[in-house]
C-alpha cells in the first residue's frame, strides 16, 4: 500500500474512534432540551430559516448567520428540535474537529493522542457551556481543517493550499465572529515558508482572497433579498456594542475566579505538556503555529471580562495540538508518573463532571435556569387555552426557550428584548438587577420595528416573565416601556399565571369567548 493511501486508511479508522468516543461523551445529554438558552435563541433562529425567512429581519440576534444554517442542517439530517442539532455535532462536527487535529500530525501517533485529548478534555468540564451546541464548537471545525490544510512547511508554500485555508477561515467567521482571531497565525506561515518576496506577497493575498470568498457572497445573499445593513447592524455594530461595555472590576475578578480559575485547573495538565512538547516539535513551521494559534486564542476569553465557559472552547483545539507531542511519547511502556497522569487526570475529570452535569440536568436540583420546570407547564398551559394555535406569540423577557417549547410563531423578530430594546446587557450583575442601563444602547427606531411587527402580528398571547423575575428581569417590568405597556393592556387580557410568568391573551379570541364566556 502507497504512503498516501496508509494516511486514508489510518485517517478512516480515527475518524471511527473519534465518532464513537464523541458520542459516548456526549450520550447522556443529547436528549437534554437546553443545556443554555443560547441553543434556544439559535433553535428558534433556524426555523425561520426553514420555514423561508430571513435572517436578521424576521429574527435577529448576534450570532452570524451559519450558525442558524448548522442547527437547521442538523435538523434536516436528523430530526426536528434540539436533538437533531446535538447529533449533527457528536456525529459529524466533534469527530472531524478531531480528525483535523490528527491530519495535523499526518496521522501519526501524535495525531491519534491530538483528538483523543480534543475530545476527552472538551467534554471535562461543565455541559452547560461545553456540552451545549455553541457556536464556538461548530467553528472549531472549519478552523481545524484551516490548520490540517498547513501542517509543514512544503504545505504552507502551495498557493492552493493557501486559498483552501482562507475560504475555510471565512466560513468559520460566518459560524462565529472570533474565528477571525486564527488569521494571524495561518497569514504569518505562509508568508514565512519560504520562496521569493513575490511568492511570499502571493500566497497571503491568496490567503486573504480565500478568506473574503465566502463573506462576499454571504453579503451578496443578503444583499439579493434587502437586507445588507441588517446583517451588518446585528453582526457586527451589535458585537461591538456588548464588548464595550464590560463589567466592573471587582465583578470581572469574582467571575475570573468562579470561572476561569475552574477551567486552568482541570486543563493544568495541558499546559504543562505544551511547554514540555515545544523542543519536541521536528519543524518551526509547526512549532510557531501551534504557539500562534494559542495565543490568539487568550484574547477571546477576556470579551468583557465575562470569562464565561464558552469563551474558554477555542483554546482547546491549540492546546491539544500543543500537548500532543510530549503526550504521544510519554505514553509508552513503561508508563512514566507524569504519563500516567497525563492520562488519569482528564479520564477522572471527564468521570466527574459527566456525574456532576448529570446530576445538575436530570436531578431534582434546579442550578440552571434552563432545567425550571416552568417553561414545560407555561407551553402546556397555551396548548389547552382555547386559542393556541390561533396566532403567534410574544415573549417580554429573556427566555427564547418559551418560544421553542411552544412552538408558535413568532410575534416579532425580537425573539429576546436586546440591548436595543432595553438597555440590558448579559453578563454584568448590574444588567440583571437593573442598577445599570445601557441607555445609550437603546434605539427608537428599534421600537418602532418591534410594535411595528406586534400591530401587524396580533399575537394571541403575550408571556410577561417579568413578575417571576425570570433571568432577572423583574429589573425590566413592562410598565417601564409604556409603549408596549400600553398595546399589552388595552388588547390583552392576563388569563393565568404559571410561576410567575404572566399569560395575556388577546381580547376578542372567538374561541375563549365562546368557552368561557368572556
Same mark, same amino acid.
Given at each position: 500500500m502507497?504512503?498516501?493511501?496508509?494516511? !486514508?486508511?489510518?485517517?478512516a479508522?480515527?475518524?471511527?474512534?473519534?465518532?464513537?468516543?464523541?458520542?459516548?461523551?456526549?450520550? $447522556?445529554?443529547?436528549?437534554?432540551?437546553?443545556?443554555?438558552?443560547?441553543?434556544?435563541? #439559535?433553535?428558534?433562529?433556524?426555523?425561520?430559516?426553514?420555514?423561508?425567512?430571513?435572517?436578521?429581519?424576521?429574527?435577529?440576534?448576534?450570532?452570524?448567520?451559519?450558525?442558524?444554517?448548522?442547527?437547521?442542517?442538523?435538523?434536516?439530517?436528523?430530526?426536528?428540535?434540539?436533538?437533531?442539532?446535538?447529533?449533527?455535532? #457528536?456525529?459529524?462536527?466533534?469527530?472531524?474537529?478531531?480528525?483535523?487535529?490528527?491530519?495535523?500530525?499526518?496521522?501519526?501517533?501524535?495525531?491519534?493522542?491530538?483528538?483523543?485529548?480534543?475530545?476527552?478534555?472538551?467534554?471535562?468540564?461543565?455541559?452547560?457551556?461545553?456540552?451545549?451546541?455553541?457556536?464556538?464548537?461548530?467553528?472549531?471545525?472549519?478552523?481545524?481543517?484551516?490548520?490540517?490544510?498547513?501542517?509543514?512547511?512544503?504545505? #504552507?508554500?502551495?498557493?492552493?493550499?493557501?486559498?483552501?485555508?482562507?475560504l475555510?477561515?471565512?466560513?468559520? *467567521?460566518?459560524?462565529?465572529?472570533?474565528?477571525?482571531?486564527?488569521?494571524?497565525?495561518?497569514?504569518?506561515?505562509?508568508?514565512?515558508?519560504? +520562496?521569493?518576496?513575490?511568492?511570499?506577497?502571493?500566497?497571503?493575498?491568496?490567503?486573504?482572497? +480565500?478568506?473574503? *470568498?465566502?463573506?462576499?457572497?454571504?453579503?451578496?445573499?443578503?444583499?439579493?433579498?434587502?437586507?445588507v445593513?441588517?446583517?451588518?447592524?446585528?453582526?457586527?455594530?451589535?458585537n461591538?456594542?456588548? @464588548? @464595550?461595555?464590560?463589567?466592573?472590576?471587582?465583578?470581572?475578578?469574582e467571575?475570573?475566579?468562579?470561572?476561569?480559575?475552574?477551567f486552568?485547573?482541570?486543563?493544568?495538565?495541558?499546559?504543562?505538556?505544551?511547554?514540555?512538547?515545544?523542543?519536541?516539535?521536528?519543524?518551526?513551521?509547526?512549532?510557531?503555529?501551534?504557539?500562534?494559534?494559542?495565543?490568539?486564542?487568550?484574547?477571546?476569553?477576556?470579551?468583557?471580562?465575562?470569562?464565561?465557559?464558552?469563551?474558554?472552547?477555542?483554546?482547546?483545539?491549540?492546546?491539544?495540538?500543543?500537548?500532543?507531542?510530549?503526550?504521544?511519547?510519554?505514553?509508552?511502556? $513503561?508508563?512514566?508518573?507524569?504519563?500516567?497522569?497525563? !492520562?488519569?487526570?482528564?479520564?477522572?475529570?471527564? !468521570?466527574?463532571?459527566?456525574?456532576?452535569?448529570?446530576?445538575?440536568?436530570?436531578?431534582?436540583?434546579?442550578?440552571?435556569?434552563?432545567?425550571?420546570p416552568?417553561?414545560?407547564?407555561?407551553?402546556?398551559?397555551?396548548?389547552?387555552?382555547?386559542?393556541?394555535?390561533k396566532?403567534?406569540?410574544?415573549?417580554?423577557?429573556?427566555a427564547?426557550?418559551?418560544y421553542?417549547?411552544?412552538?408558535?410563531?413568532?410575534?416579532?423578530?425580537?425573539?429576546?428584548?436586546?440591548?436595543?430594546?432595553?438597555?440590558?446587557?448579559?453578563?454584568?450583575?448590574?444588567?440583571?438587577?437593573?442598577?445599570?442601563?445601557?441607555?445609550?444602547?437603546?434605539?427608537?427606531?428599534?421600537?418602532?420595528?418591534?410594535?411595528?411587527?406586534?400591530?401587524?402580528?396580533?399575537?394571541?398571547?403575550?408571556?410577561?416573565?417579568?413578575?417571576?423575575?425570570?433571568? +432577572?428581569?423583574?429589573?425590566?417590568?413592562?410598565?417601564?416601556?409604556?409603549?408596549?405597556?400600553?398595546?399589552?393592556?388595552?388588547?390583552?387580557?392576563?388569563?393565568?399565571?404559571?410561576?410567575?410568568?404572566?399569560?395575556?391573551?388577546?381580547?376578542?379570541?372567538?374561541? #375563549?369567548?365562546?368557552?368561557?364566556?368572556?
Open positions: 502507497t504512503a498516501g493511501g496508509d494516511a !486514508v486508511r489510518r485517517g479508522a480515527r475518524l471511527a474512534l473519534f465518532v464513537a468516543l464523541a458520542l459516548l461523551t456526549r450520550a $447522556p445529554f443529547l436528549t437534554v432540551p437546553f443545556l443554555d438558552l443560547d441553543e434556544a435563541a #439559535a433553535l428558534v433562529g433556524s426555523w425561520t430559516l426553514l420555514d423561508g425567512g430571513t435572517l436578521y429581519v424576521d429574527f435577529v440576534d448576534n450570532r452570524p448567520p451559519l450558525l442558524y444554517g448548522l442547527y437547521a442542517l442538523g435538523q434536516l439530517l436528523f430530526g426536528h428540535g434540539m436533538l437533531g442539532v446535538r447529533l449533527l455535532t #457528536a456525529l459529524v462536527v466533534l469527530p472531524l474537529t478531531a480528525l483535523a487535529a490528527s491530519a495535523f500530525f499526518r496521522h501519526d501517533r501524535r495525531g491519534l493522542v491530538a483528538g483523543l485529548v480534543y475530545l476527552v478534555y472538551g467534554a471535562a468540564f461543565l455541559a452547560h457551556d461545553m456540552h451545549s451546541v455553541s457556536a464556538e464548537v461548530l467553528m472549531l471545525l472549519p478552523l481545524g481543517w484551516a490548520v490540517a490544510l498547513l501542517p509543514g512547511e512544503e504545505e #504552507a508554500r502551495r498557493p492552493g493550499r493557501a486559498v483552501g485555508a482562507g475555510l477561515v471565512g466560513l468559520a *467567521i460566518l459560524v462565529r465572529q472570533q474565528a477571525a482571531l486564527w488569521l494571524p497565525a495561518l497569514a504569518l506561515i505562509v508568508v514565512l515558508a519560504g +520562496g521569493t518576496a513575490a511568492r511570499r506577497v502571493g500566497r497571503l493575498l491568496l490567503l486573504l482572497v +480565500g478568506v473574503a *470568498i465566502p463573506l462576499a457572497a454571504c453579503v451578496a445573499v443578503f444583499a439579493g433579498v434587502g437586507a445593513d441588517e446583517l451588518a447592524s446585528w453582526t457586527i455594530a451589535h461591538l456594542g456588548y @464588548a @464595550a461595555n464590560p463589567i466592573a472590576p471587582g465583578e470581572a475578578l467571575r475570573a475566579a468562579s470561572y476561569l480559575l475552574p486552568l485547573v482541570v486543563t493544568i495538565p495541558l499546559w504543562w505538556a505544551a511547554g514540555r512538547s515545544w523542543p519536541l516539535y521536528e519543524a518551526r513551521h509547526q512549532r510557531m503555529l501551534v504557539a500562534s494559534l494559542l495565543a490568539l486564542s487568550i484574547p477571546a476569553t477576556f470579551v468583557g471580562f465575562r470569562f464565561f465557559h464558552h469563551y474558554f472552547i477555542q483554546l482547546y483545539l491549540p492546546l491539544a495540538l500543543a500537548a500532543a507531542p510530549w503526550t504521544a511519547g510519554a505514553l509508552t511502556q $513503561p508508563l512514566s508518573r507524569a504519563a500516567r497522569l497525563a !492520562v488519569a487526570w482528564p479520564l477522572v475529570a471527564l !468521570v466527574g463532571f459527566t456525574f456532576a452535569n448529570t446530576l445538575l440536568y436530570r436531578g431534582s436540583a434546579r442550578v440552571y435556569e434552563e432545567t425550571l416552568l417553561f414545560e407547564r407555561v407551553a402546556t398551559r397555551l396548548r389547552e387555552d382555547p386559542c393556541f394555535g396566532g403567534a406569540l410574544f415573549v417580554w423577557g429573556f427564547p426557550q418559551l421553542a417549547e411552544a412552538g408558535l410563531p413568532r410575534g416579532s423578530r425580537f425573539v429576546v428584548p436586546q440591548a436595543s430594546l432595553t438597555g440590558y446587557v448579559p453578563g454584568r450583575r448590574a444588567g440583571a438587577s437593573g442598577e445599570i442601563r445601557a441607555r445609550e444602547l437603546i434605539r427608537d427606531e428599534h421600537w418602532d420595528l418591534l410594535m411595528g411587527d406586534l400591530e401587524r402580528s396580533r399575537p394571541v398571547f403575550v408571556l410577561d416573565t417579568a413578575p417571576g423575575g425570570l433571568h +432577572g428581569w423583574q429589573s425590566y417590568p413592562m410598565e417601564d416601556f409604556p409603549r408596549l405597556d400600553g398595546f399589552v393592556r388595552a388588547g390583552y387580557r392576563a388569563v393565568a399565571d404559571v410561576d410567575g410568568v404572566w399569560i395575556w391573551r388577546r381580547r376578542g379570541c372567538a374561541a #375563549a369567548e365562546t368557552r368561557a364566556g368572556e
